[in-house]
């Protein structure tokens, strides 16, 4: 079974920083690209950005371009998100998004990114 | 960025009954287009990829159609579990842009 179990949420300051892991487990995480999209609570959905197989490339929406980093580490099958110079209008849920497997694609449960003061 | 941009925004349809969700793209997305279906409290869930092929698990009633720019998400004979928030997404350009999202309610 595909799991995707999302961390490393919660309250955090404007400018302040988080880092958002994501375990993968029941597929073969080091053949598939992953993702981190986000939902703004009672709002639309934005896909944040996007990992290759090897993590050498990556891309980013523009309104976290130069403050989030995405990466992987293929031996513990893990996703990751730094955030920095985090704003008010990141607050959101946070999703790790595997590519497809096997005629879908799995997401998280989520993890909430709380951006006040 | 390629904008979606879904309608109506609120559709109100009878259980039993059919609902048509439109969704149209600013400019040619090829065959790359999903539907997501949202529910409060839980991840989206993938129903329709490539404009027409349902995802794994996903009932005979949810059904893709279009091209281009103009796509159709169909659901013929509406659940109860089926009223929830819909979502198109392009994914032909880096970035995915969603639609904006139809609300399908109870009649």
């Known amino acids: 079974e595909v799991q995707l179990v999302e961390s490393g949420g919660g309250l955090v300051q404007p400018g302040g920083s988080l880092r958002l892991s994501c375990a993968a487990s029941?597929?073969?995480?080091?053949?598939?690209?992953m993702h981190w999209a986000r939902q703004v609570p009672g709002k639309g959905l934005m896909w944040v950005s996007r990992?290759?197989?090897?993590?050498?490339?990556?891309d980013y929406a523009d309104s976290v371009k130069g403050r989030f980093t995405i990466s992987r580490d293929n031996a513990k099958n893990t996703l990751y998100l730094q955030m920095n110079s985090l704003r008010d209008e990141d607050t959101a849920i946070y999703y790790c998004?595997?590519?497809?497997?096997?005629?879908?694609?799995?997401w998280g449960q989520g993890t909430l990114v709380t951006v006040s003061s | 960025e390629i904008v979606m941009t879904q309608s109506p925004a609120t559709l109100s349809v009878s259980p039993g009954e059919r609902a048509t969700l439109s969704c149209r793209a600013s400019q040619s997305v090829s065959s790359n287009l999903a539907w997501y279906q949202l529910k409060p409290g839980q991840a989206p869930r993938l129903l329709i990829y490539d404009v027409s092929t349902r995802a794994t698990g996903i009932p005979a009633r949810f059904s893709g159609s279009g091209s281009g720019t103009e796509f159709t998400l169909t659901i013929s004979s509406l659940q109860s579990e089926d009223f929830a928030v819909y979502y198109c997404q392009q994914y032909n350009y880096w970035l995915f842009t969603f639609g904006q999202g139809t609300k399908l309610e109870i009649k």
């Open positions: 998004v595997s590519d497809p497997v096997g005629g879908t694609n799995y």
């Open positions: 029941g597929f073969t995480f080091s053949n598939y690209w």
């Open positions: 990992i290759n197989t090897d993590g050498k490339i990556t």
